[in-house]
């Protein structure tokens, strides 16, 4: 399979993945022809990307850290939690905690695998799917930082439930689909101090979870809100959800802009360590981040276009590429893979959007 951009879609070409709305229905099963009818549904649904199967790419699985079951259940629950808190009922905390507890379970039984799979969501389902998407990659650095079952526990309640504060956000501001005004801006900047509010008054829910809504848009230079806190003020699980946060929005689409490539994106994190971050958890979240996802289109610096097929920690940024389109554009039919990692000439010049 490989990832693809829905404006792209070409008749004959097959969703190689299910799309599950936040309720864990499916919306598209894997397998159906898309054609020019489902194409203009999943642009109703504004999915930007979906992953196709075709005859070169057929064998390509994209792993995910999170099976496919837990993933479309803590979506679905997350959404669950959301709307109840909406609805004025509080949290249910035994339901976070078993998210949570789930996620972590099966990270610890994937240790060493690094995220490639980019999941596919509708825009209106963006919040619940970000929490879930937090959560795995917070845990994840968790795990690497030697923390205790309890430790992960609390990390990936707070974690999942950093937005939390944004359900009390008039839908109008934070659904907008221009660019905010500076008064738009600042409502959505009470988001940390509302999440906490509701955090903190579940006697359930710890105190350092309840720190992820708060301080999760802290910065290490002081430059962060609500409290302008910083480097050690700043609690440590909110440093670790504070970088998740920013990684998986960039990946993501917003109302103003198109997801941002892997490779942008941790650089972005990267340069955002000398001000925002701690350094050290930034080597450790992006080291668990594949560069260049299996199921990537990149092009290569002989301006040859293939599929990323796989890939391995030691040599994130050179895998192993299967060729599609030599460098006259013509489309290749037999198969040929490069592993990068054994050529010194070649490398990857982009991402390309097809």
Do not use: W
Not at 36 to 46: A, G, N, V
Not at 122 to 150: K, P, Q, W
Not at 324 to 353: G, P
Request: hydrophobic share 40%; glycine share 6%; net charge negative.
């Amino acid at each position: 399979m490989r990832r693809i951009l829905v404006d792209n879609i070409s008749s004959g070409m097959k969703l190689a993945k299910p799309l599950y709305n936040a309720e864990g229905m499916v919306l598209l099963n894997a397998g159906i022809e898309l054609k020019e009818q489902l194409t203009d549904r999943l642009e109703e649904l504004d999915v930007t990307y979906v992953y196709i199967e075709d005859d070169l790419t057929r064998d390509v699985d994209v792993p995910d850290v999170i099976s496919e079951k837990t993933r479309i259940e803590a979506v679905a629950n997350a959404k669950k939690i959301m709307e109840q808190i909406k609805l004025g009922r509080g949290i249910d905390a035994a339901q976070a905690k078993q998210i949570a507890g789930g996620i972590i379970d099966e990270l610890c039984k994937n240790k060493g695998v690094m995220v490639n799979f980019l999941d596919m969501r509708t825009r209106s389902d963006y919040l619940f799917s970000h929490a879930v998407n937090v959560c795995v990659l917070a845990v994840m650095t968790g795990i690497c930082l030697d923390y205790d079952e309890l430790q992960l526990q609390d990390l990936g309640v707070g974690a999942l439930l950093h937005d939390v504060g944004k359900v009390l956000i008039s839908p109008e501001v934070l659904n907008k689909q221009d660019r905010l005004t500076p008064q738009e801006k600042e409502e959505v900047k009470k988001h940390p101090a509302l999440g906490f509010e509701i955090l903190r008054k579940n006697p359930d829910i710890s105190l350092g979870s309840a720190h992820c809504a708060l301080e999760h848009h802290e910065c290490f230079d002081g430059s962060g809100y609500p409290q302008g806190l910083k480097a050690a003020e700043i609690h440590p699980f909110a440093q670790i959800v504070a970088i998740a946060d920013m990684y998986d929005a960039l990946i993501s689409d917003a109302a103003y802009r198109r997801a941002i490539p892997v490779y942008e994106a941790l650089a972005i994190i990267a340069k955002a360590g000398a001000s925002c971050f701690d350094r050290e958890l930034v080597a450790i979240f992006t080291d668990n981040i594949a560069t260049y996802p299996i199921g990537s289109i990149v092009r290569l610096s002989n301006n040859q276009i293939g599929v990323v097929v796989d890939i391995s920690r030691e040599s994130k940024a050179k895998p192993v590429v299967r060729i599609l389109f030599d460098e006259n554009k013509r489309h290749i039919t037999e198969l040929t893979e490069l592993d990068l990692s054994k050529n010194q000439r070649l490398y990857i010049a982009d991402v390309v959007e097809r």
